[in-house]
């Protein structure tokens, strides 16, 4: 009774091995069947704004039915390309992340269109400690003097947001974005249109900086008014009143009055007649 129990079994697993071999070699036809083609993907990291060469790149089998908008099949059709963004390891090259042809290595190929790069001077402190990396966006407060008529009032010291939302696009002489590591360094590169890089210009000459770093999903404008030293230890300022004075019109003089000289009369008696007559002296 046990020996025709143990066929049974071993029946039925030499039953559940044909059926998954045959399963298998179903599923590796079918695969075979599928048409593929090939696709350039980076063979190494390859960080933004290095010239590409043959060296680092390779090509895979790529299903037919799913291949990425904008890439390409040949190495050829990528040498001296240069990318605008860091690509890993694997990932297929696309046009859209390349600068245009022609374009030379270097953090020139990266800027935007429309936009320039400009370095500022800062410190461990105006640096963010070195957290404002390439790739981050900040905003560039100014600290200085409100102007009056012309001349610089002490007590209007103002600190206020005059850029926003900024793309670093390196630190230093850096501009790789993968790297996450803070790095205190004495300059920052940025990314400006060609009238924020005056406001930027103008800025560090009347005042000092500072970076503030940001979200970088966060897009929202901000408007804020700047922070004087008054408002920031809670003083009242206060602001000149205007006074309205008014002025009484003046009365007319009253025309002279001529002087009246005094007058003598004289009494006339003529044939019983009486008369009055006067003299003004």
Known sequence: MKNIKAIGLLFLAVIAGLTA???????????????????VVAAVDIQLGTKINQQMLATIDWPSGSMPSGSFTEIKDLQDRVPKVSVLRGEPILDGKLAPIGTR????????DGKRAMT?????????????????????????????DGRSEESKQISKVVLEQV???AVAQESGRDDTTPKVVSAVTLELSPEDAE???????????????RNQVDKAPISTA?????????????????????????PPKP????????????????NGTHSLNCFQQ
């Open 226 to 250: 700047g922070v004087t030293k008054k408002q920031l230890f809670g003083e009242k300022e206060i602001r000149p009143t205007t006074v309205a004075l008014t002025i009484k019109p003046t």
């Open 167 to 169: 793309l670093v696009l």
């Open 21 to 39: 071999a045959v399963y298998a070699a179903g599923w590796v036809s079918h695969q075979g069947n599928i048409a593929s083609n090939k696709v």
């Open 255 to 270: 025309a002279p009055v001529k002087k009246q000289h005094p007058t003598q009369c004289v009494e006339v008696i003529q």
């Open 105 to 112: 290595g270097g953090l020139s190929a990266v800027i935007a």
């Open 199 to 213: 406001k930027l210009d103008l800025a560090r000459s009347v005042g000092t900086l500072s970076l503030v770093l």
């Open 120 to 148: 500022v001077r800062v410190n461990d402190v105006v640096g963010v400690a070195g957290f404002a990396l390439p790739g981050n966006y900040v905003d560039v407060m100014l600290n200085t003097q409100r102007d009056k």
